[in-house]
């Protein structure tokens, strides 16, 4: 049986605005296993973001986790003290943001960012962690290590800038990784090569990942499982490839058509309208304004989450009735 890391249960992540309460979550449940490559996917504004930062207890201002529970290796986080999270963020949990730009400190050089952690962490002393550091510089695939641990981060490109941040959160051999949209500003190559590098980190450490994009393409490269999210709700959750051969969620569905493929000769499907407004969502189904299966019952009651199968669930009326289309492969 597979050991369970990760278990987010019924999680309402809120932010209190003057111009009323989003709720960025709104129920969400999760389960991650060790050693697996879990997809978080969906739209801007869906609620990856800040799955990712309730976990870790970092929700900005005025974000605040107002229900729910998360366990961590069996353990309670929501009723953990800041020093006990604080132990956890970067020794056991960690995370690669989307911009490496503002998630590094300009201030200081990449061997300090790095040692700072290692001597928190592992208590190492100043010379055991540059010599780790030197080795975290080499693993992400850095040419050149001693002499790029002396510089910062404003003379590093895009991509350079990425893998030493991957570095900096593999420094203490995390057991759990999030990686919430790692490419979204570099170019196409590095994007490339930035994937590869964290699909072979994952393997060789038999680290748990958790990638969070809105990017079904990357989704099928990267992961074995995914959970699909819609204004703060999950409304599908399968392994990789039967989301991607047999959705049962309108949404997903609608996902799927927007992924240019090198065989399709037809026009991509555009999702018509955008994320509502999560101050006053929609009553009922939350997709149902954009839904082109909607029917009455989708206005007026929100469908549960149901098996469809061992491992597949979705949160639709009519999943049983509809005939979706996948893409194969």
Known sequence: MDEKLLEISNLRTYFFTEAGVVKALDGMSLEVYKGQAVGLVGESGSGKSVTAQSVLRIVPRPGRIVDGSVKFEGEELLTKKEDEMRKLRGRKMAIVFQDPTTSLNPLY??????????????????????????????????????????????????????????????????????????????????????????????????????????????????????????????????????????????YTEALLKAVPSVKQTRALEVIPGNIPNLIEPPTGCVFHPRCKYAKDVCVKKEPELERVEEGHYAACHFWRELELEGRGG
């Open 109 to 250: 050089t990449v061997e300090k960012q790095l040692t700072d952690i290692l001597m928190l962490h592992k208590d190492l002393s100043k010379d055991d962690a540059s010599k780790q550091a030197l080795h975290l510089l080499d693993r992400v695939g850095i040419q050149d290590p001693e002499r790029r641990l002396k510089t910062y981060p404003h003379e590093l490109s895009g991509g350079m800038k990425q893998r030493i941040a991957i570095a900096r959160a593999l420094a203490c051999d995390p057991v759990l990784l999030f990686a919430d949209e790692p490419t979204t500003n570099l170019d196409v190559t590095i994007q490339a090569q930035v994937l590869e590098l964290l699909k072979q980190l994952q393997r060789e450490l038999n680290m748990t990942m958790v990638m969070i994009t809105h990017d079904m393409g990357i989704i099928a490269d990267m992961t074995e499982r995914v959970t699909v999210l819609y204004a703060g709700k999950v409304m599908e959750v399968a392994d990789t490839q039967t989301l991607f051969k047999s959705p049962k969620h309108p």
